[in-house]
């Protein structure tokens, strides 16, 4: 049986070896038909620590090697960009200061 191949975004990378990784996916509502967004969040060895929070990366279904981690990280697809980063410090209420 073949191990499912997806790719994600890394969300955190604090923990040793191991990355969070959330996949996004829409999902038809059975009632109302309309779209909603879903994501499926996965824990991911990363053996070499070659990723970092906010680059794309592909995974496969591996064995399972502790109580949460069921995937393996496979390549890095994109890493993050530094524009992306700024447009979120700039966007976070924590940069602005006020004026009392």
């Not at 990366?57 to 890493?79: A, N, Q, T, Y």
Request: hydrophobic share 30%.
């Amino acid at each position: 049986m073949p191990r499912r191949v997806c790719v994600g975004v890394v969300t955190s990378d604090k923990m040793a070896k191991t990355r969070v990784v959330e996949i996004p996916r829409l999902v038809q509502h059975p009632r109302y038909g309309k779209y909603v967004r879903r994501r499926t969040t996965c824990y991911v060895h990363d053996e070499d620590e070659q990723s970092a929070c906010g680059d794309t990366v592909e995974i496969m279904e591996s064995r399972p090697r502790s109580r949460m981690k069921r995937w393996e990280l496979v390549r890095v697809v994109e890493k993050r960009r530094e524009e992306d980063l700024v447009t979120a410090a700039e966007a976070s209420p924590e940069s602005e200061t006020s004026v009392g």
